[in-house]
C-alpha cells in the first residue's frame, strides 16, 4: 500500500544503514525470486469440494484448479491449446521423435525449501507410469521407455515409439512436479504460486503468495481462497452477494442470469468439452447393438443443444472429436434423423416389446441434470423410462462409481489435443472407458492417429473413428458446451480456460 507520510531528511543511524546494506545483500545472495511489485489481493473462488488431494488421482475441475496452483506442470498449455514452458525452460526433440531432452528452470525451490532437481521430475513420472499403482495415467505414459537426470536441470524422456502428442501428455492435469519420495500429499509440499495455509475439507483451503515461486512477477495476488460449493445456485448467489470474487462451471441458464449482474464481468469461450451419454455395452441390454442403436434413434440432439445449452458451443456428433480440432473434425457422415417409431421397432427386436426401464445416474454439475431431464422426456416417447439419479459430482466420481453404472452422463473436459479421448476413454483397455467398449477396429485406427508422423494419415486415421463412433459407438454426445465464468470486476488478467480448472490465477491481479 501506498504511505502518505513524507519522506525524512534525518540520516539513518549508523547501526540502521549498515544492518539494512546486510540484510540487502543476504536476499541478492539467497537466489530467491523477486516481484516487480508486491502482491495484493486476496481471490475467493466457488468450487466444489475435494475428494482427492494426491495429484496422481484428481479429477473434478475443483481438484485440479488446486494442484495447478499449489504445484507446477513440467510443460503447461495457453489458453489457445499451446505448449508452453513451465518448469521446464526448453526442450530438444530427435529427429525420429523419440528422444526429448528437457532443460529445468533454476533456483527453483519447494515450499519447504528444498531445491527443485531432475531427479524430482523422474521420480514423479516414474510414479505416474507405474502400472502396479493402478493410475490413471498408467496407460498415458505406457510408450516412456525411459527417463533419466543427465544433470541436477536436464531430464530426458525416451520413447518405444513416436507419440507426435508427447508433449500434451506432459501437459497432462495429473502430471504435476512433486518432491521425490513425497508419502503425504496433505502436505501439499509444490514448487507453484501459492503455499497452503488452512485445508479444512468440509468448507474450504486457503493459500498466500509463495514469496519464493521461481517466475520472477507471479503471482500478482497477496492470496487464493477456493470456498466448497455443492450446489451451483449457492456459488452463483455467494457471487451476487460478494461472499466469493469468481464462479466458473455452471449452467447455461445461471451464466444468463448472471449477464446484467452489476460488479461482475461474465465470460465465455467455446470448448471441446461434452457430455457424454453412454450405455454399458458389456451387459444388458446395451450388449445388443440395436439397443445401442434405438437411443441413438431415439435423442434429438437439436432439440437438446436449443433446450439445455441454450445455443452455447457446438451441435455434437457421438465422436469426442470437436469442431474446435478443425484439422481432425469432419461432418462427412451424417448423423442419422430422430425416428421414435424405428427406436420402437429396435428395441422390439432385440427382445425388449415393452420397453424398457433404466435408472439414469448424473452428477449435479453443469447442464446434466437438465441434459438428463430432456433425455427422460424424448426417450420415453421411443418406450424408454429412465429414473433420473441426480448425485453430487463428487460422490458421482469419487472411488470410480461413475464407471460401474449400466446408463449414465459424465462430464468431459477439454483437452488441447484429440488424441486424449481415444486413449483414456475408448480403446479396449482404457483406464476410464466407462462404457467398456471394445473394437478392434478403432484400436488400430487410435494407434495410427496417435503415433503416425504423417498428418495426412493421422487425418484419415480421426476421420474413420468418427465415422465408426457415429455407425456403432455406444456413446451420445450431443453437443460441445461453452465454458462460463463470471467473475468480479475488482479483478484484472483473468483468462478462463476451456477446462476451467486448468485457469491459470498467476497472473491474475486486484485493481488499485
Known amino acids: ?226 470456498i466448497f460449493f ?45 457430455d457424454l451419454v453412454r450405455l454399458r455395452s458389456d451387459r444388458e441390454p446395451g450388449n445388443n447393438p440395436k439397443v445401442i442403436e434405438a437411443f441413438k434413434l431415439a435423442t434429438d440432439r437439436d432439440a437438446i443443444f436449443s433446450l439445455v445449452t441454450q445455443g452455447y458451443g457446438a451441435v455434437g456428433r457421438d465422436s469426442p472429436i470437436g469442431p474446435l480440432y478443425s484439422a481432425y473434425y469432419t461432418e462427412d457422415t451424417p448423423i442419422p434423423a430422430r425416428d421414435v417409431e424405428a427406436a420402437r421397432q429396435l428395441l422390439a427386436d432385440a427382445g425388449y416389446p415393452d420397453g424398457l426401464t433404466l435408472d439414469l445416474h448424473t452428477p449435479d454439475t453443469g447442464n446434466r441434470p437438465d441434459l438428463a431431464v430432456v433425455l427422460k422426456e424424448q426417450w420415453a416417447e421411443a418406450g424408454i423410462d429412465v429414473n433420473v439419479l441426480v448425485e453430487p459430482e463428487s460422490v458421482y466420481y469419487g472411488d470410480d462409481g461413475w464407471l460401474e453404472v449400466t446408463l449414465g452422463i459424465t462430464g468431459w473436459g477439454s483437452r488441447p489435443y484429440p488424441q486424449f479421448y481415444p486413449d483414456v476413454m475408448l480403446v479396449c483397455d482404457a483406464k476410464w472407458n466407462e462404457s467398456h467398449f471394445c473394437d478392434e477396429e478403432f484400436d488400430q485406427l487410435a494407434l495410427t492417429a496417435g503415433t503416425t508422423l504423417d498428418e495426412d494419415e493421422r487425418v484419415q486415421a480421426y476421420a474413420d473413428i468418427q465415422e465408426l463412433l457415429i455407425e456403432r459407438g455406444p456413446v451420445i454426445i450431443p453437443y460441445f458446451f461453452g465454458q462460463f465464468a463470471a467473475i468480479s470486476d475488482k479483478f484484472d488478467r483473468f483468462d478462463l480456460k476451456a477446462f476451467a480448472g486448468r485457469t491459470d490465477f498467476r497472473d491474475v491481479s486486484f485493481k488499485q
Not at 514448487?191 to 486457503?206: A, K, L, M, Q, W
Not at 466458473?248 to 449477464?259: D, G, I, P, Y
Open 230 to 274: 455443492a450446489d451451483e445456485t449457492a456459488a452463483v448467489d455467494a457471487l451476487r452477494s460478494g461472499q466469493v470474487d469468481l464462479a466458473m462451471r455452471m449452467s447455461a441458464a445461471l451464466f444468463e442470469s448472471l449477464k446484467d449482474e452489476p460488479g461482475v464481468n461474465t465470460i465465455n469461450i467455446p470448448t471441446n468439452g461434452f
Open 1 to 226: 500500500m501506498k504511505s502518505n507520510n513524507q519522506p525524512t531528511k534525518k540520516r539513518l543511524p549508523l547501526f540502521m544503514a549498515v544492518f539494512l546494506i546486510m540484510m540487502l545483500f543476504l536476499q541478492a545472495c539467497s537466489g530467491a525470486a523477486t516481484t516487480s511489485a508486491p502482491a495484493e489481493g486476496t481471490l475467493r473462488v466457488a468450487m466444489q469440494p475435494l475428494v482427492q488431494t494426491d495429484p496422481a488421482l484428481i479429477s473434478s475441475d475443483s481438484e485440479v484448479l488446486v494442484a495447478n496452483h499449489i504445484y507446477d506442470y513440467l510443460v503447461d498449455v495457453d489458453p489457445q491449446s499451446n505448449p508452453i514452458p513451465r518448469l521446464a525452460t526448453g526442450w530438444d526433440v530427435s529427429e525420429d521423435g523419440l528422444v526429448y531432452t528437457f532443460t529445468l528452470a533454476e533456483g527453483v525451490t519447494f515450499h519447504d525449501g528444498s531445491p527443485f532437481t531432475a531427479q524430482d521430475v523422474v521420480w514423479t513420472f516414474n510414479r505416474l507410469r507405474d502400472p502396479d499403482a493402478e493410475y490413471p495415467t498408467s496407460d498415458l505414459y505406457a510408450n516412456i521407455e525411459s527417463i533419466e537426470a543427465t544433470g541436477d536441470l536436464e531430464v530426458i524422456f525416451t520413447l518405444n515409439q513416436p507419440n507426435p502428442f508427447f508433449l500434451y501428455d506432459l501437459s497432462d492435469n495429473h502430471a504435476l512436479v512433486m518432491k521425490a519420495e513425497t508419502e503425504d500429499t496433505t502436505q501439499f509440499n509444490g514448487t507453484g504460486p501459492f503455499v497452503v495455509t488452512n485445508y479444512s475439507p468440509e468448507d474450504r483451503i486457503e493459500m498466500t503468495a509463495n514469496a519464493n515461486y521461481w517466475a520472477e512477477g507471479q503471482p500478482k495476488l497477496a492470496g487464493l481462497e477456493i
